[in-house]
């Protein structure tokens, strides 16, 4: 059973405001990313440094089911696994199809800034912390809906197939949190690596937004 907090609102209820609030449909760049006046150049920045944040393989799921051995977990990571797998393929496929990132200002800072976002990704997800893993897993499934916008948007606008989404639903996921916080230890460590996980995203929308006004 799921563990309800002060005001009575139970944990997955909790982590979709979260995400809801905190995650990039909260933030202006994939709305501005997914418009038809948008600059090829911007999508194509946004495409790649999606690329290196989540078009790598094992990704942040793949972790998470070594890391995160919850017995009712084990369906949904499956299921979430082999989606994520479709969906690295068609955002290298997008990506490539945009062409590469245009020359920027400061591109040092920015390797720098990709290089720790990728680090504090990859330890959430592979963290041993009971919970925590899957937090960052659910989050990336949950947030991912948004990031489809400016990925599907720039697909139709190269003249590329779209795919369907075959990730977990958000009812499915919120099912999963419900049976697997049965104690307080495991929804802390789950709202770290969800809220965690979402700092990334939003960071790099920040970064790509700061990139496109100073290329002007």
């Not at 909260?26 to 920045?45: K, M, Q, T, Y």
């Not at 082999?82 to 200002?105: C, M, N, Q, W």
Request: charged share 20%.
């Amino acid at each position: 059973m799921a563990i309800a907090n002060r005001d009575g609102c139970d944990t997955a209820e909790r982590l979709a405001r979260i995400v809801r609030a905190d995650g990039s449909a909260g933030h202006v760049a994939p709305d501005r990313l997914s418009r038809n006046d948008a600059l090829l150049r911007d999508i194509a920045d946004a495409l790649h440094q999606l690329c290196s944040l989540h078009g790598r393989h094992p990704g942040v799921v793949d972790h998470a089911a070594r890391a995160d051995v919850h017995p009712a977990a084990t369906p949904w990571l499956e299921q979430a696994a082999a989606a994520f797998a479709e969906e690295r393929a068609y955002l290298i496929r997008v990506s490539a199809a945009a062409g590469p990132p245009p020359g920027t200002p400061g591109q040092a800072a920015v390797e720098a800034a990709l290089a720790a976002q990728r680090h504090a990704i990859d330890l959430l997800a592979r963290s041993g912390r009971p919970g925590c893993a899957l937090g960052a897993a659910i989050a990336v499934t949950l947030d991912w809906a948004v990031i489809r916008r400016p990925l599907d948007a720039a697909a139709i606008r190269l003249g590329l197939e779209t795919i369907p989404l075959t990730l977990p639903s958000p009812a499915q996921t919120l099912r999963l949190i419900d049976q697997v916080t049965d104690a307080a230890p495991i929804e802390r460590a789950m709202t770290f690596g969800l809220q965690q996980l979402l700092a990334q995203h939003r960071g790099l929308w920040d970064l790509l937004l700061a990139r496109a006004e100073s290329r002007g």
